[in-house]
């Protein structure tokens, strides 16, 4: 099974849009998100890779990349699409002292940093080290939001991990239908999804999301816990695996009483009505609150708008939620390549659900790229 990944000649374009864009004499990236984005800079999970600061450095002069890395990582950097690797020792279990990564990896920056020519660094100001050692007589300047502008429009090899993402997300949705029952905890739900998604995935997915049953569909969000979903229980499956750096995103509400309430299935109309409604404004251009107010005034419409307290949707990609955001008041423009859900739901007692689809925006609308069963009933 071949498993998509970022490719070189994506990451290198990205670096070059990024230093057209940053008038910087040096990038420095920390977000691991982003050595993924700009370096192909992967590290399996789980495993101690994932540990320690790891440095990407884009030299503006040379057009260069570098990247600064400890040794529990250095396999995945053999993978990195960059120019250059600095490898150095943090503990190799025989003969170095262990000592704490995490200010070794600062002062490892510092040093490279002090031997570069340049003296404007452009940095993610929330991982960046504000230390004297590195912010003594630097120049620097907050790169944040241009890379997170930069990020919304998702390129062909993002595309594909986001497309596999929804597939093996897809599989945990089925075998949660298909095995979900009364006796069966939260837990032991979450494992036997996780594990269809892992087989499809062909690879360690970590998922994270809500599984909530009977009164605990009212908390709207929430881990599984040990609760044993009872006979007539509703189950809200959100489903937000990470799967190979990407994510999905995939919200299905499960009823298991076989003969529900005249007021759930009211829901589940007006649930599918307000996707509706928000796919028809899913256009470049239209904004955040345009999207929101399309969802929220069919759930008025309906009856169900008054427990309905959170966002409409999102944008998905190598963050959840990242922008743009689908809240009253955003201005956010949707452009062409955002990668978004759409996501109703209400919480009253006897009387909860949500459901959610991923969409990648084109010039002509949306293209739904999840595929799961959003009926309130098994059957």
């Known amino acids: 099974m071949s498993i998509p990944a970022l490719t070189e000649k994506g990451c290198r374009k990205r670096r070059d849009s990024l230093l057209k864009n940053c008038e910087t004499d040096l990038v420095v990236i920390a977000d691991p998100r982003n050595l993924y984005y700009y370096g192909g800079f992967l590290p399996p999970y789980p495993s101690l890779s994932e540990w320690g600061p790891v440095y990407l450095i884009i030299d503006r002069k040379s057009a260069a990349s570098t990247l600064v890395c400890h040794n529990f990582a250095a396999g995945a950097a053999e993978n990195a699409h960059v120019d250059k690797k600095e490898i150095w020792t943090w503990y190799d279990a025989s003969r170095t002292s262990g000592v704490d990564i995490y200010p070794a990896g600062t002062a490892i920056l510092a040093d490279f940093i002090r031997s570069s020519t340049g003296g404007h660094i452009g940095v993610e100001t ?18 944040t939001a241009t890379i997170s502008r930069q990020r919304r429009r998702k390129d062909p090899d993002e595309l594909a991990c986001i497309r596999y993402a929804q597939d093996s997300s ?31 995935a062909g690879c360690p997915v970590k998922l994270i999301g809500d599984i909530l049953s009977g009164p605990r569909t009212l908390d709207v969000s929430g881990g599984p816990t040990d609760r044993v979903i009872g006979e007539n229980d509703t189950v809200i499956l959100d489903l937000s695996p990470v799967v190979h750096g990407y994510r999905a995103d995939y919200t299905a509400t499960i009823v298991l009483d076989p003969e529900p309430d005249q007021k759930l299935l009211d829901l589940e109309k007006a649930l599918h009505g307000a996707i509706a409604a928000g796919e028809s404004q899913l256009r470049p251009g239209r904004t955040g609150r345009d999207i929101y107010w399309a969802v929220k005034n069919c759930l008025n419409d309906r009856g169900f708008g008054g427990q309905f307290e959170h966002h409409a949707g999102h944008g998905l990609g190598l963050g959840h939620p990242e922008a743009p955001f689908f809240v009253p008041e ?25 459901i959610e689809h991923v969409y990648l925006i084109t010039e002509n609308g949306p293209e739904r790229l999840t595929r799961h069963d959003t009926r309130f009933t098994c059957q």
């Open 170 to 200: 897809l599989a945990g949705h089925i075998a949660g239908r298909k095995k979900i029952r009364p006796g069966l905890s939260e837990l032991e739900l979450f494992s036997l999804i996780n594990t269809a998604m892992t087989k499809k």
């Open 126 to 143: 929330g991982w960046f080290p504000l230390i004297p050692a590195i912010t003594t007589g630097v120049d620097y300047t907050d790169i």
């Open 330 to 354: 955003s201005s956010e423009k949707l452009i062409v390549g955002d990668v978004v859900t759409l996501e109703p739901g209400s919480y009253a007692p006897g009387c909860a659900g949500r």
